[in-house]
Every structure is written in C-alpha cells, then in structure tokens.
C-alpha cells in the first residue's frame, strides 16, 4: 500500500508553516525522500495558495502527501473552482503571480482536479530517485 498522510488547516496564513513541518515529518517517517527542499516550498505555495485563493468560505483545506514507490504525490484540496487555477503570464516586475511558476518548475508534473461541488485538488508530483525506490516500504 503506498503511505498516505494527511491534515486539514484552517484558513488562515499562519497555518502554510504547520502545514510545510506536517509534510518534513511524514516524509522523514517514510524514510527521507530526495528533493526535501523542492517539496517543501511546494507544499508552502499550495497551501498559502489554498488561503488566498481557493476558501473564499472560510472552509478548511486539506493537505495530503501520497508516497508510491516511484514517486511523491502531493495535493492540496479547497473549495474555490478549479477553473481559476492557472500560471500567470511572466511579469518580471509583479509582487505576485509567481508560485505556480514555482510549482511547475519544481515538480515533474502537476495538475487540478474537481471534486465534488466546487471542491478541488491541486497536485504536483516529485519522482523519488533511483537511489531511494530500492530502500521504500510501500508498493503500489
Ligand atoms: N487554490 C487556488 N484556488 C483558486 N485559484 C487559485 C488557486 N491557486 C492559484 N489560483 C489562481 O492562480 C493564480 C496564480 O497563482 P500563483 O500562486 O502563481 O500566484 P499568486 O498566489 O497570486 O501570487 P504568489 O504565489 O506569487 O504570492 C492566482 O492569482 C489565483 O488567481
Ligand atoms: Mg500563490
């Protein structure tokens, strides 16, 4: 069974910190993981992402970390249409507008799927590298 971690956090900015330790934690206990640091600020853009954006409700979101043997999946569910997710034009000068562009250099594949309602998840996906897929416990 691949591992699977998972927290709600309320909407608020002082949550995106508790959320990037949630995330250090359960890949150290999962053995460690290559590219700590990437996952780290990915999981810090998509949830302060999730309290800017994606809960105009004021409703919870939810971070979850999957760990398959070949890759990390991470995601990121709240509840404002996934429509709305998308990678602003280059603006060299901008104060905002610049995570996504983090995402999706930092991962190797990322993406948004509706769930039910408005709800959705965002997701990007880190494949663990060769070194580590020998040493991981969990099989899909
Ligand atoms: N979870 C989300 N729900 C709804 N819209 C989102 C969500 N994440 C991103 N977006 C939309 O995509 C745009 C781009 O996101 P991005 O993270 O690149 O920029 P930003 O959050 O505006 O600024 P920065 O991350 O640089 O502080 C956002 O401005 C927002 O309109
Ligand atoms: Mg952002």
Redesign the pocket.
């Known amino acids: 069974m691949p591992h699977l971690a998972q927290h709600a956090y309320g909407a608020t900015p002082q949550t995106v910190r508790s959320a990037r330790d949630f995330a250090m934690r359960a890949l150290d206990s999962w053995g460690g993981c290559g590219r700590r640091d990437d996952i780290r600020t990915c999981v810090s853009?998509l949830a302060?992402?999730?309290v800017?954006?994606?809960t105009p409700n004021g409703h919870d979101y939810l971070l979850r970390l999957i760990q398959h043997p070949h890759c990390l999946h991470v995601e990121?569910h709240?509840s404002?249409p996934h429509s709305?997710?998308?990678?602003?034009p280059a603006s060299p000068n901008g104060e905002?507008?610049?995570?996504?562009?983090i995402v999706q250099e930092l991962g190797d594949d990322w993406g948004v799927r509706a769930l039910t309602g408005t709800d959705k998840a965002?997701w990007v996906c880190f494949r663990r590298p060769e070194s580590l897929i020998a040493r991981c416990s969990c099989t899909s």
Do not use: F, K, L, Y
């Open positions: 853009e302060g992402n999730a800017r954006h994606g990121v709240d404002a709305r997710v998308r990678i602003p905002a507008g610049r995570g996504m562009h965002v």
